[in-house]
C-alpha cells in the first residue's frame, strides 16, 4: 500500500500536504499490510565489536544504568560472566535461565522470567558500558582496583550552558543498552540482568525508547524525532568503513589497551517542550533546524542527502541557512571534521504533572573520543542552537563500551578486569 | 525461523527449557524474519461502534486522560468536533492537518506535528470515553448541562481492599485510547488531539504500553504479562457474537439512550513488584494463577484452552486449581457469569528510585455494565487473590465510551450533547 513516506518521496516538497492526501486517500481502499517486516532473527552475539553499536538500529530501546552495590571485585567480575552467559543466550532468541520446570528446580525460582517465552530474537543487542565511577568513586576511591585503568577518553564532561541535570538519573556504574524490534523482548533482557545481578548491581535508572531516531546504516531509511523532523541525517553509518575506524572504534595506543576495539557511548535525556514547539510556524521551526519538514533536505537544496551549501544567501542576501541553525553548528565542517554514531531513540514518559507530554530523545552517541567529538559538537551546540528554547538536557551519561567477546571463554568485563 | 513460541507449542509442557534451547539453536542458524508483519493497514473509522473495542488488539497503547479547562459548552462541543475530524484523518493515515507547506500558511504553525510523516496508518484506531467528573464535578456541579445524561452505570467504582490510587493519575473528564502497532503513530495521535485541544483541554495524565497482555480475536495468539504468564486466555472476543450483545454492548433501555452501541471502559494501573515475584519459585507461581508457566493450560489439564476443572482434587486430596488461584477467583462461574473484554498492556516506565521496576500492567477492561461485571470480579480479586502480594493499584479510572461516529455529520459527543 501507499505509505505517508511513498507519498512524499514521490511527489518532494511543496505539495506534501495535498500529496499525502491524496495518495493516502488511495491506500485506505487497500489496508493490507505491505511495509517489510522488522527483523525479528538473531544478531551474532560474538565478535570483535559488541553488537549493538554499527548494527543496524533497531525500533526500540530499553537502556539502563547500574550501580555497583558490592565492595567484592571477585563477585563483580562472577557477575559480569553470567551476565555475558545470559546475554549470549538472550540475543539468540533462548532464555536467560531454564524456566524451572525441567532440570528438577519446580522449587527454585525460574531462571528466566517467562515474558519473552514464545517471541522470537526481534534483532536483539546488549551492549555493555563501565562508568567512570567503576573506576573511581566520588570521594577518588579505587573501588575494584581498576583505577589505572581508567581511560583518558573517560573524562568526565564539562558543565554545557542549559544543562539541567538530574543527578538521579545520571552517571552510573555500568550500563546495558537493549535494542530489539520488540520491547517485550528488550524489556525481558534487562529484566533477567537485574535479576541475575540480584546483590551485586541495583537499577539506578533505566529508559524505553521507540523510533530510533538515527539510521546506522545506509539500507535504512532517515526516521523522524518527536519535532517532527527527520534526524540523523548526516549520521556515520556502517557503510562508512573508513571513518568508522578514524572516529568510532578505540585502539591501543589511545591509552587504555583493554578498550582498543571499544567505543565510548554519551547518553543524555534531552526533554523537548513539545507544546510550545508545536505552536511554533513552520518557517521558524524549518529556519531552526536549517532543512525542510517534509523532505528533510538542507535548505536551498532538493533532497534529503544533498549537500548543504551553507554559503548560499537567499533573495534578502541573508544565509539560506541561518548561522545558527542546527545544522550548520552540529556539520562536520564546523567541529574539525568530527562525526559521531548516533543511536538515540524518542521517548514519551507520561506527562509532567503541568499537563505536558515528559517527551523527548534519550541520544545516544558512539564515538572513539568525546573530548574530540561529542564535547566540542556540544559546546557548539549548547551556546548559540535556537533549539535550545525547545529542549533541555536532564540526564547525562559517559560509558566505556569494550570492544565484542570472542567466544565462550571470554565475557564482558574479562580484558578490564584481567 | 523456529521461535521460542513455536519450540513451545511443538513440545508441550514439562520440556520447556531444553525444547527451547534445542530448537531455538537450530533457528540460530537462520535468522531471517519469519513472523507475520504487523498489520500496517487503515481501521475503518466510521462505523456502529468505536473501532479500538473489538478491533483485534494492536500491539502498542497510548492512553491519555484530560481535564476540561474550559467552562463553554460550545467550545468544547467545537474541539469534539474538531477531534472527530482529526481521528477519521489520522487513522487513515492521513496527517491531522496540513504541514504548513500547503495552503499558503507557512508563517503558521503546522496543522500536523509531522512525527509520523511517512509512516503507514499501522492499525492506528482512537476511541473517546466520558468520565464521570464531565457529567457532574466533585462538588455537585453540572458543568456542562449535561447531568441528567449521566448514565447509571457510570457509578463511581468503590474502594477496593488494597487500592492505593493516586488521584492525580486517576479519574479525568475525557479519555482517548490509541492502539496502534507503531508507538510513534499511537504517540503522534495522541499528541495531534492534545494540540487541538489547546485552550479546552490539558492532559491529566497518560500512559504508554506495549506488548498487548490480551487477544480481542480468535486469530491472535495469548500474549505474556510481565509476570510471564499468558494472559486473557478466557477473554471476551470479537467472535463471541452472542457474548458481546449481552455483555459487551449497552443499550438504550440500560437507562442512558445516548450510550445505545457503545461500552464502559475500566482502566487501572496496576504496578506489579517483579523483582519480588521473580524471587518466587515456579511451583508458587503456576499456584497462583492456577495455570502452568509454558504452556498456560488450567493446573491439572495439559492445553491452553482447555476448561479448567475447578473440582479435581491432586493425590494430596487438595484442589489442582487452588480456592485463591487468579483463575478460580476470576471465572465467570463464580462471578454470576460476567465476563470482561480486555484489552490492557504491558508498561515500563523506567525505575522507582529504589531500584526497581516501575512495571506493571496498565488494565483495561470494556463492559456492558461495570456494577455487574468489573465491580464484582475486581472484590472477588481484592479480597482474596493470593496476587496480591505481588501488584498494587495505583490509579483508576471509569468512562462512558459512546457508540461510533457513523458519517461526515456526526462526531464524538453529538449524541450526548444534543
Chains 1, 2 share one sequence.
Not at 558490592?70 to 531454564?98: H, I, P, S, Y
Not at 519446580?106 to 528466566?112: I, T, V
Not at 524549518?286 to 551553507?310: M, N, S, T, V, W
Not at 553548528?329 to 562525526?339: I, R, W
Amino acid at each position: 500500500m501507499v505509505s505517508r513516506r511513498a507519498a512524499l518521496t514521490a511527489t518532494g516538497i511543496g505539495l506534501v500536504g495535498v500529496a499525502a492526501t491524496a495518495a493516502v486517500s488511495a491506500a485506505t481502499a487497500d489496508p493490507e499490510p505491505a511495509a517489510a517486516p522488522a527483523f525479528d532473527g538473531a544478531v551474532p552475539f560474538f565478535g570483535e565489536h559488541q553488537a549493538g553499536i554499527v548494527t543496524p538500529a533497531q525500533d526500540r530501546l530499553h537502556f539502563a544504568a547500574f550501580d555497583v552495590i558490592t565492595k567484592d571485585r571477585a563477585k563483580l567480575v562472577e557477575m559480569l560472566r553470567e551476565w555475558t552467559a545470559a546475554a549470549a543466550r538472550m540475543t539468540q532468541g533462548r532464555d536467560a535461565g531454564t524456566l524451572g520446570a525441567v532440570g528438577g528446580q519446580p522449587e527454585a525460582p525460574p531462571d528466566d522470567t517467562g515474558e519473552a517465552l514464545g517471541l522470537p530474537p526481534s534483532g536483539l543487542t546488549l551492549t555493555i558500558g563501565f562508568g567512570r565511577s567503576l573506576f573511581r568513586d566520588a570521594a577518588g576511591v579505587d573501588r575494584f582496583g581498576i583505577a589505572d585503568r581508567l581511560p583518558a577518553a573517560l573524562e568526565a564532561l564539562p558543565h554545557f550552558p542549559g544543562d539541567a541535570l538530574r543527578p538521579e538519573i545520571s552517571d552510573g556504574d555500568l550500563c546495558v543498552q537493549a535494542c530489539a524490534n520488540d520491547p517485550q523482548v528488550a524489556v525481558h533482557a534487562i529484566r533477567n540482568l537485574a535479576r541475575i545481578g540480584f546483590g551485586v548491581v541495583s537499577i539506578r535508572y533505566s529508559q524505553l525508547g521507540f523510533g530510533r531516531t538515527s539510521s546506522t546504516s545506509r539500507t535504512q531509511t532517515t526516521p523522524r524525532n518527536l519535532m517532527g523532523f527527520k534526524d540523523g541525517t548526516r549520521n556515520m553509518k556502517l557503510e562508512d568503513a573508513e571513518l568508522l575506524r578514524e572516529q568510532l572504534w578505540a585502539r591501543a595506543e589511545d591509552g587504555a589497551a583493554w578498550m582498543a576495539g571499544g567505543s565510548y557511548l554519551v547518553t543524555r535525556r534531552i526533554r523537548m517542550t513539545v507544546e510550545t514547539w508545536d505552536r511554533t510556524s513552520l518557517t521558524e521551526q524549518e529556519a531552526i533546524f536549517g532543512r525542510d519538514k517534509g523532505e528533510g533536505a538542507p535548505l536551498g537544496k532538493a533532497k534529503e542527502f544533498d549537500e548543504p551549501d551553507f554559503d548560499a544567501k537567499g533573495a534578502d542576501g541573508q544565509p539560506m541557512i541561518a548561522k545558527e541553525a542546527h545544522i550548520r553548528l552540529a556539520h562536520p565542517d564546523f567541529n574539525n571534521g568530527a562525526h559521531l554514531l548516533r543511536r538515540g531513540y524518542n521517548f514519551v514518559d507520561g506527562t509532567d504533572g503541568l499537563g505536558r507530554l515528559d517527551a523527548g530523545l534519550f541520544f545516544m552517541a558512539y564515538q572513539r573520543d568525546p573530548r574530540k567529538q561529542f564535547v566540542p559538537v556540544q559546546r557548539s551546540l549548547a551556546r548559540a542552537d535556537v533549539l535550545n528554547e525547545y529542549i533541555r538536557h536532564v540526564s547525562s551519561g559517559l560509558w566505556a563500551c569494550p570492544a565484542g567477546v570472542t567466544g565462550d571463554g571470554d565475557h564482558w568485563g574479562r580484558a578490564l578486569f584481567s
